[in-house]
């Protein structure tokens, strides 16, 4: 009955308001649930850290393979925890987008009308852009226009390598602040001390620095499936 009726009217007020908090709790767990797993994610690279720290004291001939893995983490776990502060920022953001629509919604029931909001707007289209919720977020936003909360459709999805501009190459003192957190008395001599810039390096080297790279980035996305 309700389908039928959905099809020959227009949907209530309450209805939509309903229909928008259900998109909103929605998009809720499901940046739980990826905070949740960064977590988990953060957890695994400290270890990752600790043992390549242990393999760098145990055997003097892997010393500088392993600390060269430990700044390797080291980058891998400051764009977790960054990413993670993205996520819970965006939490934030869509439970003040809950509330401002809910806010709308009890406007219209007094005064009879809606005003489209441009802060409500801004907030969606600043979450529809972001890759873990923009399925929903327009779904969300679709709502929003239908109940004449906003003009207008938001525009597309950032790539990743737009979200994480700057982050490619952490700077070497957060490295280092992240291994003295975590490591802190334990630290190999080849960490402890800063490597010197050299000018150029041999092409050989440079191979194995790349080679080193992608295996733990391969060992880091095992851990996130």
Same mark, same amino acid.
């Given at each position: 009955?309700?389908?039928?009726?959905?099809?020959?009217?227009?949907?209530?007020?309450?209805?939509?308001?309903?229909?928008?908090?259900?998109?909103?709790?929605?998009?809720?767990?499901?940046?739980?649930?990826?905070?949740?797993?960064?977590?988990?994610?953060?957890?695994?690279?400290?270890?990752?850290?600790?043992?390549?720290?242990?393999?760098?004291?145990?055997?003097?001939?892997?010393?500088? &393979?392993?600390?060269?893995?430990?700044?390797?983490?080291?980058?891998?776990?400051?764009?977790?925890?960054?990413?993670?502060?993205?996520?819970?920022?965006?939490?934030?953001?869509?439970?003040?987008?809950?509330?401002?629509?809910?806010?709308?919604?009890?406007?219209?029931?007094?005064?009879?009308?809606?005003?489209?909001?441009?802060?409500?707007?801004?907030?969606?289209?600043?979450?529809?852009?972001?890759?873990?919720?923009?399925?929903?977020?327009?779904?969300?936003? &679709?709502?929003?226009?239908?109940?004449?909360?906003?003009?207008?459709?938001?525009?597309?999805?950032?790539?990743?390598?737009?979200?994480?501009?700057?982050?490619?190459?952490?700077?070497?003192?957060?490295?280092?602040?992240?291994?003295?957190?975590?490591?802190?008395?334990?630290?190999?001599?080849?960490?402890?001390?800063?490597?010197?810039?050299?000018?150029?390096?041999?092409?050989?080297?440079?191979?194995?620095?790349?080679?080193?790279?992608?295996?733990?980035?391969?060992?880091?996305?095992?851990?996130?499936?």
């Amino acid at each position: 009955m309700q389908t039928v009726r959905s099809f020959f009217f227009k949907p209530t007020p309450e209805e939509q308001k309903q229909k928008c908090n259900a998109l909103v709790r929605k998009n809720v767990r499901a940046l739980d649930r990826d905070i949740q797993n960064l977590k988990g994610l953060e957890s695994k690279t400290r270890g990752l850290i600790l043992g390549a720290s242990k393999r760098a004291q145990r055997n003097q001939s892997q010393a500088q &393979q392993a600390a060269q893995e430990t700044r390797i983490f080291a980058r891998e776990l400051i764009r977790v925890r960054k990413q993670a502060a993205r996520l819970q920022t965006s939490k934030a953001q869509l439970q003040s987008v809950q509330m401002q629509v809910n806010e709308a919604f009890s406007v219209r029931k007094i005064e009879g009308s809606i005003r489209a909001s441009t802060g409500i707007m801004k907030d969606v289209n600043s979450l529809v852009r972001l890759p873990e919720l923009t399925g929903t977020m327009r779904e969300l936003s &679709q709502e929003l226009v239908k109940a004449g909360i906003i003009e207008e459709m938001v525009g597309d999805s950032l790539p990743d390598s737009e979200l994480l501009e700057g982050e490619d190459e952490e700077a070497e003192a957060e490295v280092d602040k992240v291994l003295n957190e975590i490591l802190k008395d334990k630290l190999p001599p080849s960490v402890q001390q800063p490597e010197v810039e050299l000018p150029s390096a041999p092409v050989e080297e440079e191979e194995d620095q790349e080679e080193i790279l992608a295996q733990m980035r391969g060992r880091l996305e095992a851990l996130k499936s």
